[in-house]
């Protein structure tokens, strides 16, 4: 599967941004999707996560601000972002994950740039 992240930009704190990370394919539905960040001199980090049956979870540092979601009939994955802090800032990825009888593969997008001016 391919991934396309997009939605990033510039945005002062405490507004808002809503990311969307398309998949190739007819599959989607069978992939659990995730977010993670990678902000500069920093490892990468998971920010949240949608399972195929819609189930969520997050991050402690954006529990009560973000909120993943996905569209199947879209091929797509949403991270609405709100009361955004400059903490926030960061590449944002997208990542796919199947589980398979011959193991688990998981994929990576592209990366979206996220700027959370103070």
């Known amino acids: 599967v391919q991934l396309q992240a997009s939605g990033g930009g510039l945005v002062q704190a405490g507004g808002s941004l809503r990311l969307s990370c398309a998949a190739s394919g007819n599959t989607f539905s069978r992939y659990s999707m995730g977010w993670y960040r990678q902000a500069p001199g920093n490892q990468r980090e998971w920010v949240a996560a949608?399972?195929?049956?819609?189930?969520?979870n997050y991050a402690d540092s954006v529990k009560g601000r973000f909120t993943i979601s996905r569209d199947n009939a879209k091929n797509t994955v949403y991270l609405q972002m709100n009361s955004l802090k400059p903490e926030d800032t960061a590449v944002y990825y997208c990542?796919?994950?199947?589980?398979?009888?011959?193991?688990?593969?998981?994929?990576w997008g592209q990366g979206t740039q996220v700027t959370v001016s103070s």
């Open positions: 949608i399972s195929t049956g819609g189930s969520t």
């Open positions: 990542k796919a994950i199947i589980a398979t009888m011959r193991g688990e593969y998981d994929y």
